[in-house]
T-cell receptor, first 113, second 110 residues
Framework: DSGVTQTPKHLITATGQRVTLRCSPR?????VYWYQQSLDQGLQFLIQ???????AKGNILERFSAQQFPDLHSELNLSSLELGDSALYFC????????????FGPGTRLTVT | EDQVTQSPEALRLQEGESSSLNCSYT??????LFWYRQDPGKGPEFLFT???AGEEKEKERLKATLTKKESFLHITAPKPEDSATYLC???????????FGTGTSLTVIP
């Protein structure tokens, strides 16, 4: 158990819908990272937040957005969902801005039908 | 273009048969290179971070090394419980972006 929690575990929704994925980092970690893992593209970095501020941005679609709240939990919002958005979404956390050690959560499996 | 390539895609070893996994990278400026282990349906588990060429780190049967163009993950006398997918990632100076390889799927046969 990494100490990073993600909810929900599984999510099934229809195309065009909007969902919110939630992540709670390990106690004491200030950085949160979001990743998408699909079978054909591997693990893709989406975005990093540090202490509530965006620090790095990867291949995150405009339909996706994220934020980190004062209690350090983070949410990833996915809107206008398409079939291709079906994937495992992982959250990871680390102590500082630099990812010396990232600890990954168990992931949220999103299925878009 | 920044990218990470891992080889081989899959590797089958007999228990006790040592081998190495390769991660080659091209990145404008390397902030760090990371190795993770991932079991099916689970999140990646952190193994090592390497920052500069010549650096080496060890943990149990695993040893990671770094050159200016590639990293190796050496597995000495592997056991069946070492079976997993091993992922390599780099963080670039530009924009602090992360790039992951597609992984090496390791199977260790008793």
């Amino acid at each position: 158990d990494s100490g990073v929690t993600q909810t929900p575990k599984h999510l099934i929704t229809a195309t065009g819908q909007r969902v919110t994925l939630r992540c709670s980092p390990r106690s004491g970690d200030l950085s949160v990272y979001w990743y998408q893992q699909s079978l054909d593209q591997g693990l893709q970095f989406l975005i990093q937040y540090y202490n509530g501020e965006e620090r790095a941005k990867g291949n995150i679609l405009e339909r996706f957005s994220a934020q980190q709240f004062p209690d350090l939990h983070s949410e990833l919002n996915l809107s206008s969902l398409e079939l291709g958005d079906s994937a495992l979404y992982f959250c990871a956390s680390s102590v500082g801005q630099r990812p010396y050690e990232q600890y990954f959560g168990p992931g949220t499996r999103l299925t878009v039908t | 273009e920044d990218q990470v390539t891992q080889s081989p895609e899959a590797l089958r070893l007999q228990e006790g048969e040592s081998s190495s996994l390769n991660c080659s990278y091209t990145v404008s400026g390397l902030r760090g290179l990371f190795w993770y282990r991932q079991d099916p349906g689970k999140g990646p588990e952190f193994l090592f971070t390497l920052y500069s060429a010549g650096e080496e780190k060890e943990k149990e049967r695993l040893k990671a090394t770094l050159t200016k163009k590639e990293s190796f993950l050496h597995i000495t006398a592997p056991k069946p419980e070492d079976s997993a997918t091993y992922l390599c990632a780099v963080q670039a100076d530009t924009g602090n972006q992360f790039y992951f390889g597609t992984g090496t799927s390791l199977t260790v046969i008793p």
